[in-house]
């Protein structure tokens, strides 16, 4: 069972809604990742709900609980959307080896291409053959262009030929790809600020969007990860992927609570449509379900 499950279980057991309890509640919350910020705020709502005697039940103390988790995440609930005056507009895609970075291409790709968006893919993860394979893949199933270079190539070359295809062919947007760029790699982040750097010399203004993909198995350490790219490059949006598993992306309220930024998609399935955009209010009540 989730721990979210465990909390939903502590409310409506025997229990008497009192400061044992909420001690109780906030254990569980922290062992959920959810970070000691939010968790105290949490806590402090319910506490103060108690006092006064705004809690006549298990149902309200719950709901309660639900409201303050969603309100923390509302002002992160920011979808990401393209403008029609951008052209192409770009996203860069970067995260660490295993998070599901080059997956979410893929499924972002698709997302967009379903709103009538034409999409070309750069395969800047040059690092690893699978993963410029894996993108080209995607392409094929797409039926999208993929500007890729033999492994080995230097990423921001690759990201570079892509934008100017992108901009030859009047495209709608460019999704880029990245090696799995270990945040305690300084020399891996500054390829990616070169990446940046490159592709500011065909437009200034790009890339339009930074997306940072977590998994949701990271627990505390995304925050981690969260505070060093954004430190290195600049993060403009958060993905959380692997909802699916045991882990619920309890740290994506550390997230909210800490770094303020906006959280674009959650993935939480193997199918090329299970990506959808961030949605607080669907989340929170995902946390609790069976």
Known sequence: ????????????????LDGALLEEIETMLLT???????????IATLTQKLVRKELNDADAAFKSLQDEMK????????????????????????GVNGA????????????????????????GDTFRAAAIEQLKVWGEKLNMPVIA????????????DALSAAKARDLDLMIADTAGRLHTQSPLLVELQKIRRVLAKIDPTAPHEVLLVLDAVFGQNALVQVKQFQEAIGVTG?????????AKGGSLFAIAKQTGLPIRFIGF???????????ADQFVQRLFEG
Do not use: C, H, W
């Not at 270079?149 to 570079?160: E, L, T």
């Open 149 to 160: 270079q033999a492994q080995g190539s230097d990423s921001a070359s690759v990201v570079f």
């Open 269 to 279: 399935g193997e199918k090329i449509e299970d990506l959808e955009p961030f949605n």
């Open 100 to 123: 599901g970075k080059t997956t979410t291409i893929g499924k972002l790709a698709y997302y967009y291409q379903k709103l009538g968006k034409r999409v070309l893919l750069a395969a």
């Open 1 to 16: 069972m989730f721990k979210f499950q465990f909390i939903k279980k502590l409310f409506f057991g025997k229990k008497a």
């Open 32 to 42: 959920a990742d959810v970070g000691v910020s939010a968790t105290q705020q949490l």
């Open 71 to 94: 309100s923390i995440l509302q002002a992160n609930d920011t979808p990401l959307v393209l403008p029609p005056t951008v052209k192409p507009f770009v996203i860069l895609v970067i």
């Open 238 to 246: 958060i993905v959380m992927t692997k909802l699916d598993g045991t």
